[in-house]
């Protein structure tokens, strides 16, 4: 009994580990993929305002 309750503590927080670096990956995803559609957007408003001027 003792053995699984060891091996059922460890299960947990190597779960837990997994989850947090999935975490820290989607936010750095997200992170990355905000810059991204911000470059768009300061492109298109730039050709924009080159376009008009």
């Known amino acids: ?3 699984v309750k060891e091996i059922a503590v460890k299960v947990q927080e190597v779960v837990q580990e997994t989850i947090q670096e999935i975490v820290r990956e989607m936010i750095t995803i ?4 905000s810059q991204v ?12 305002v080159a376009v008009k001027s």
């Open 37 to 48: 559609i911000r470059k768009v957007v300061q492109n298109k408003v730039s050709k924009d």
């Open 1 to 3: 009994m003792n053995i």
């Open 30 to 33: 997200d992170h990355l993929i």
